[in-house]
């Protein structure tokens, strides 16, 4: 009965350990923490006595094959026996049996739990638990010292017995992987088995312990794959615009300037027959071409003196257009009109600028004055 609740209580940790693990949040999971491995292992194995620890020291090995599964949790089918040693101390009298078993162990990571996932840690410390089959056999040293002990009528060490030789059985430890290589790591492993009494072939109700120390090898088997560097495609440059030419301005042609139109200024100053006083009436046409000369700086004047053909002779016209030009020239001098501007010339009867009809004989009584 304590065997068994010795077993369920070792369970319930290891499932208590499982569900924390699984709780726990764990980093993303490398490509390369799932693979298959084997592994093989020898070492000393000591069964609970009543002997000292160097007489109940045997030789053990152990060859299992495993898979994990993630960076957290792995499982083997475990492989182990060879020898197991009892002690009568009584008698002073040792014994050796031996024993195999085969057993399911679930493993968790404790580096990664506590550490952090990293795929290739030198040093990984799995806890491990699981359940197996022992079965023992080849005690003859046993029952040829129980034979003795009845021969010799000691009947106290008769509790000397096999009724069993199968065993279901609980077991827990430690394994520490040391990395070497890719695929091969060195590996310490302490561990404990508790199983029913009898295994060393005595009776003293209680459950049997054997412990076990092993170092060996395990090998991982399968593809690896290892981790390959993010692709980082570079963002696609943008050419960079062309810069956007601003037209020039087209300066617009600047207005031609304006020339005013200047038209000459042309008066006739008419006089009445033989005679060269400018009248009011025709002095105002005279001051017409001094405001034009004074608008025009530059504008200069031509003065013609005319006479009419059909009164007096061509003597008495010649002289009389001269008086006649004459008169306009000095009102234009008296009016500030330098004379340099001024050009004169007279021509008596022998022109006759409005014609010799009737209606218009009577007009070349005049000066006419073209200022431009």
Request: aromatic residues 10%; glycine residues 8%; contains cysteine.
């Amino acid at each position: 009965m304590k065997f068994k609740t010795l077993i369920v209580s070792a369970l319930a940790a290891l499932a208590t350990l499982n569900v924390s693990a699984q709780e726990t949040t764990a980093p993303e999971v490398k490509p390369d923490m799932s693979y298959w491995f084997i592994g093989v292992q020898g070492g000393l194995g000591v069964t609970r006595g009543e002997g000292s620890f160097g007489d109940l020291m045997s030789p053990a090995a152990a060859l299992s094959v495993g898979y994990r599964f993630n960076p957290y949790f792995a499982l083997r089918l475990n492989g182990s026996g060879w020898t197991g040693k009892g002690v009568l101390p009584t008698i002073g009298e040792d014994y050796k049996y031996n024993y195999a078993q085969v057993g399911l162990d679930g493993m968790l990571d404790l580096t990664s739990v506590f550490g952090g996932v990293k795929a290739n840690r030198f040093a990984t410390l799995w806890l491990t638990g699981g359940v197996g089959y022992l079965r023992s056999f080849s005690n003859d040293e046993a029952l040829e010292l129980k034979n003795s002990v009845a021969a010799n009528n000691r009947p106290e060490m008769l509790t000397l017995y096999w009724d069993k030789r199968n065993y279901v059985t609980g077991r827990f430890g430690l394994h520490l992987d040391l990395r070497l290589c890719e695929r091969v790591n060195f590996n310490l492993e302490g561990n404990a088995t508790v199983l029913d009494d009898h295994f060393n072939s005595k009776d003293a109700d209680n459950a049997d312990w054997q412990f076990n120390i092993l170092a060996g090898f395990c090998f991982r088997l399968g593809k690896i794959n290892h981790p390959v560097a993010p692709v980082v495609v570079p963002e696609p440059v943008q050419p960079e615009p062309e810069p956007v030419v601003e037209p020039e301005p087209v300066a617009k042609p600047e207005p031609a300037p304006v020339v005013e139109e200047v038209k000459p200024c042309i008066q006739n100053v008419f006089f009445l027959i033989n005679r060269y006083d400018i009248r009011p009436s025709e002095m105002a046409k005279v001051e017409e071409c001094v405001a034009y000369l004074n608008k025009y700086p530059e504008a200069k004047i031509d003065i013609t003196g005319y006479a009419d053909k059909n009164t007096g002779n061509a003597t008495i016209n010649l002289r009389l257009s001269k008086q006649r030009v004459n008169a306009v020239y000095d009102a234009l001098i008296q009016r500030g009109i330098a004379a340099e501007r001024i050009n004169k010339d007279y021509k008596g009867d022998t022109v006759q600028p409005f014609g010799n009809d009737e209606a218009n004989y009577r007009k070349n009584r005049c000066t006419i004055c073209v200022a431009e």
